[in-house]
């Protein structure tokens, strides 16, 4: 037999899961940043665009600053 959803799962699962505001974000000075190579599909533009990046950061121009770290999974954006 399938999967029985519930009102109740899906309350539980709201809540289990960690909400994002982009506007609290912006107020509090931080940000949810990443560097998506999935369409770069062609591996010398993916090679260039790596080396691009790390090129900036051993000259010091990019600092990142890791705060937390959450799964994919556990965050949803409201």
């Known amino acids: 037999m399938g999967e029985h959803r519930s ?8 809540f289990a899961t960690k909400n994002i ?6 107020c509090q000075n931080r940000a949810v940043c990443g560097y ?6 062609d591996s010398q533009l993916w090679t260039s665009a790596l080396d691009t990046l790390l090129d900036l950061y051993k000259q010091g121009k990019i600092k990142p600053q890791i705060d937390i770290v959450w799964s994919f999974d556990d965050v949803s954006i409201t």
């Open 36 to 41: 998506h190579c999935g369409f770069l599909n």
């Open 21 to 26: 505001n982009p506007l609290t974000l912006i």
């Open 7 to 14: 009102i109740w799962n899906m309350i539980k699962t709201y």
